[in-house]
């Protein structure tokens, strides 16, 4: 197996993107090709003592920088590290008249920009037959387990027909990345009864409610996400990247309150007692430990990981796209979306 890596995207590139890299070669047993320009990779590398051994280079001279038009990647900066290592992801599936060394792989990651990323690998990469839109599914912490939030940012405007789309596309992620046998899905809205809701939500609900194969389990309001309620999330991208952004402050806030309660005499002497959760809940809460968000609906795998990635957070987005590749979940949402 080949995992693409964006060597020049986020704020902490290239050196932290070739440390998660290394570490994910040498622990999760693929090849790593590393996307950019290959004479400064191999300086960085080298001023921080950081082995190359076993991994492909994929030659790109520029830097999609955060600040550009995300619709440049396809003309103006097509030579960026992002846009190359989609190409070559999507020669995998197609007869592509990209010609690279080491021009194909199982999956891409990045974290550069998400509008550009999304652009690019709708364009490049391109949709499976039949979906819609593709989305961003965010994978977080609930009170017991994971779980999967979709659309978390990539469509603020969004059908009936899509919001479908999301459903089967989590659903299936959630089966074959999460390994839970019967997903539970449900519909973000200001209310559990049927009826709520504006008419988008209300024709999605009766949509869902009789789409096979999908263990559509009706609304959820929002105080019900982290505690378990379902295992997968929709919403439209609007209403999915508001969730996804207060979830993340509310965890900064209750991070830093546990911090200030052991901040004296008596708190240091309790920390010691509850120790072992705090660090447990720690890691709950960390996106590091998720990685990033898979781009569902594409025909092949897309991760989209944070843009302040540190070498830990490369690590858990590259061992995720390889768990998405072991599974086949392109394969199965193919396999769906040929059904219909």
Same mark, same amino acid.
């Given at each position: 197996?080949?995992?693409?890596?964006?060597a020049f995207?986020g704020?902490?590139a290239?050196?932290?993107?070739?440390k998660?890299a290394?570490?994910a070669? +040498?622990?999760?047993?693929?090849?790593?090709v590393?996307?950019?320009?290959?004479?400064?990779?191999?300086?960085c590398?080298a001023?921080?003592?950081?082995s $190359?051994?076993?991994?492909?280079?994929?030659?790109?001279?520029?830097?999609?920088e955060m600040?550009?038009d995300?619709?440049?990647?396809?003309?103006?900066?097509?030579?960026?590290?992002?846009?190359?290592?989609?190409?070559?992801? %999507?020669?995998? +599936?197609?007869?592509a008249?990209?010609?690279?060394k %080491? #021009?194909?792989?199982?999956?891409?990651? #990045?974290?550069?920009?998400?509008?550009?990323?999304i652009?690019?690998?709708? $364009?490049?990469?391109r949709?499976?037959?039949?979906?819609?839109?593709?989305?961003?599914?965010?994978?977080m912490?609930?009170?017991?387990?994971?779980?999967?939030?979709?659309?978390?940012?990539?469509?603020?405007?969004?059908?009936?027909?899509?919001?479908?789309?999301?459903?089967?596309?989590?659903?299936?992620y %959630?089966?074959?990345?999460?390994?839970?046998? #019967?997903?539970?899905?449900?519909?973000?809205?200001?209310?559990?009864?049927?009826?709520?809701?504006?008419? $988008?939500?209300?024709?999605?609900?009766?949509?869902?409610?009789?789409?096979p194969?999908?263990?559509f389990?009706g609304?959820?309001?929002?105080?019900?996400?982290?505690?378990?309620g379902?295992?997968?999330?929709?919403?439209?991208?609007?209403t999915?990247?508001?969730?996804?952004?207060?979830?993340?402050?509310?965890? =900064?806030?209750?991070?830093?309150?546990?911090?200030?309660?052991?901040?004296?005499?008596?708190?240091?002497?309790?920390?010691?007692?509850v120790?072992r959760g !705090? !660090?447990?809940?720690? =890691?709950?809460?960390?996106?590091?430990?998720?990685?990033?968000?898979? !781009? !569902?609906?594409?025909?092949?795998?897309?991760?989209k990981?944070?843009?302040?990635?540190?070498? =830990?957070?490369?690590?858990a987005?590259?061992?995720q796209?390889?768990?998405?590749v072991?599974?086949?979940?392109?394969?199965?949402?193919?396999?769906?979306?040929?059904?219909k």
């Open positions: 197996m080949k995992i693409i890596v964006d995207g704020d902490h290239p050196l932290e993107i070739l998660g290394r570490r070669q +040498d622990k999760l047993g693929m090849t790593i590393l996307a950019g320009d290959e004479e400064k990779i191999k300086a590398a001023e921080n003592r950081i $190359l051994e076993g991994m492909e280079f994929l030659h790109a001279p520029a830097v999609f600040d550009y995300p619709g440049s990647i396809m003309k103006e900066h097509s030579d960026t590290s992002m846009a190359i290592g989609l190409k070559a992801l %999507a020669a995998k +599936d197609a007869k008249s990209y010609d690279a %080491a #021009s194909q792989g199982d999956a891409f990651v #990045s974290a550069g920009s998400t509008g550009a990323l652009v690019g690998a709708t $364009l490049i990469v949709r499976i037959r039949g979906v819609r839109r593709a989305a961003i599914g965010a994978v912490p609930g009170a017991s387990a994971p779980f999967l939030l979709l659309d978390a940012g990539a469509n603020n405007e969004c059908t009936a027909e899509m919001l479908v789309n999301f459903a089967v596309l989590g659903s299936v %959630a089966r074959k990345v999460l390994g839970i046998e #019967s997903p539970r899905v449900a519909l973000a809205n200001n209310g559990t009864e049927e009826h709520k809701g504006d008419p $988008l939500r209300q024709e999605t609900y009766q949509a869902l409610k009789e789409l194969g999908i263990n389990t609304n959820i309001e929002a105080r019900e996400i982290p505690l378990g379902c295992d997968v999330v929709v919403a439209d991208g609007f999915g990247n508001i969730i996804l952004k207060l979830y993340e402050g509310m965890g =900064k806030m209750m991070q830093g309150k546990l911090k200030k309660m052991f901040l004296n005499p008596l708190g240091v002497v309790g920390a010691l007692f120790a !705090l !660090l447990r809940i720690q =890691k709950q809460m960390d996106y590091k430990e998720y990685g990033g968000a898979p !781009l !569902l609906g594409l025909n092949s795998v897309v991760i990981a944070h843009g302040s990635s540190d070498a =830990k957070a490369v690590f987005a590259i061992r796209a390889k768990r998405c072991e599974g086949d979940m392109v394969g199965a949402i193919k396999e769906h979306f040929a059904k």
